[in-house]
């Protein structure tokens, strides 16, 4: 297996294109900041020489590289594989509604006997993400590793894109897939967020939009505990996400951040479904447990493998936004547990990843994933 990793501004955006094409790449991820992708025309011009090659990227809340936690710059990550193959599909998502949909499109194309695992990534904002997961993997079944994220707008909330290319688009889920005998993909999700406060009944809701907790709007709640803070939601609400809880009160594992809200209506629109009658709590971030998180995941994602691979580092907004200046400390501690990887990744407004046991693929909010990929010697 031939990688390699990159970190670049704008302007070396050109030459840092030039080394991932070196390898002879199968596949080139691209992570930038959503003010590169203002800049079409650089974009195009980076990206136009290597037809030949998969090109996938999408805007983010902060760039994960070798070099740590950045914000304006592009993290780069490109593959070949020496034995396997990589495969490409995209989908419509112009709406949340049409997130199943989507999934399964992709699914759809993607699905062989040989498919190992399928990483996606898709709008930020007009997604549910529980249903697009769910989608894909509905399709190409339990034994296929379905991962990715949601792109990200900084803590801006205004507007996501996806690349597939060299051509950028705000309403196009992107995926990769990667097939072969000898190919693993393997995707290990934690999150480091603690519960408090009351459990409250979800009274009314709608796939992912949050209507009524206890016969509340839910965004009455985030102004109890936000104050002033109130102000700056979606971004200061990210702070405070919601943990799914089953009905004696314990932990399913779901988490659920907000996306968007409504003053008009005081709903929520969050990063997963919320099912209508479930219990939910309010969470807070423990740093220290982010931090052990972040190492966990990578160290349970590599598996102990040895020799050249790859890892994609998708973490949460919220993780970063909690962490403040000690945000690469995780990023430290992921890259020093993902052995021989090339390591690429991004600041997502949620996480796809397998959740509650190893064949679910599902969105987690104030978390962070490590996807690896591997080939077997010869």
Known sequence: MHRLALSA???GLREAMNQAASIQPQVILLFAA???????????????????????????????STAGASDGTCSILAMRLERGEVKVAAAQLGSADASRAAGKSIGEALKESRLRGVFALTPGLQVDGSAFASGVAGVVG?????????????????????????????????????YGETVSMTSRLRSGWKPFGLAR??????GNVLRELDGK?????????????????????????FSLLREDGTET???????????????????????????????????????DGAASAAK??????????AALIVSCAGRR?????????EVSAALKNAGDSACAGFYAYGEIAPVMGPSRADVQSQSIAVTHIAEDAP
């Open 34 to 64: 959503p003010a590169i992708w203002q800049e079409r025309a650089a974009i195009s011009e980076a990206c136009e020489p290597y037809k030949n090659i998969h090109l996938l990227g999408c805007s983010t809340a902060g760039e994960i």
């Open 9 to 11: 501004r704008l302007d």
């Open 142 to 178: 339990d034994k296929v590793t379905v991962a990715g994220g949601l792109a990200g707008d900084g803590l801006n909330f205004k507007s996501t894109v996806t690349m597939l290319n060299g051509m950028i688009f705000p309403n196009l889920a992107v995926a990769f897939g990667v």
């Open 321 to 329: 936004l909690a962490m403040g200046d000690d945000a690469n400390s």
């Open 201 to 206: 009944r979800v009274t009314k809701s709608a």
């Open 300 to 309: 349970e994602a590599v598996n102990g493998h040895k020799g050249p691979s």
């Open 217 to 241: 709007p839910p965004l009455e709640l985030y102004r109890k505990y936000l104050g002033g803070a109130a102000a700056h939601m979606p971004a200061s609400g990210l702070m405070y996400p």
């Open 253 to 291: 594992g779901l988490v659920r951040g907000v996306l968007q809200v409504s003053a008009a209506d005081g709903s929520v629109i969050l990063s997963g479904d919320v099912p209508q009658g479930s219990l939910v709590r309010l969470m807070y971030a423990d740093p220290d447990l982010l931090v």
